[in-house]
């Protein structure tokens, strides 16, 4: 089983930026694909990026590319989603993804983080 617990969400203004970040635990992290994924009140949950296991390839969302950028850190066993130029759009709870391959990231979540983007 993983866990995934994410933090740095917030309230900020249009035209900021935020970092969140996600601490997983419970399988060996360089093994994972990870990824985050947004829901706004209303919608359904989407896709934001994802990362593959080793950080060599990364995946956005047409809505974020150029905005946001998905890395981690393996030895801290934490992935990364950096958020700038942000837009009320972007308003949403952000959570956290995982599992053995890039098509199956799916697989665990996070409980989420609130990210509020005022205008």
């Known amino acids: 089983q993983v866990q995934l617990v994410e933090s740095g969400g917030g309230l900020v203004q249009a035209g900021g930026s935020l970092t969140l970040s996600c601490a997983a635990s419970g399988r060996t992290f360089s093994n994972l694909a990870m990824g985050w994924f947004r829901q706004a009140p209303g919608s359904e949950r989407g896709f934001v990026a994802a990362i593959s296991s080793s950080g060599v390839s990364a995946y956005y969302a047409d809505s974020v590319k150029g905005r946001f950028t998905i890395s981690r850190d393996n030895a801290k066993s934490t992935v990364y989603l950096q958020l700038n130029n942000l837009k009320p759009e972007d308003t949403a709870v952000y959570y956290c993804?995982?599992?053995?391959?890039?098509?199956?990231?799916?697989?665990?979540w996070g409980q989420g983080t609130q990210v509020t983007v005022s205008s």
């Open positions: 993804a995982a599992g053995s391959t890039i098509y199956s990231i799916r697989d665990y």
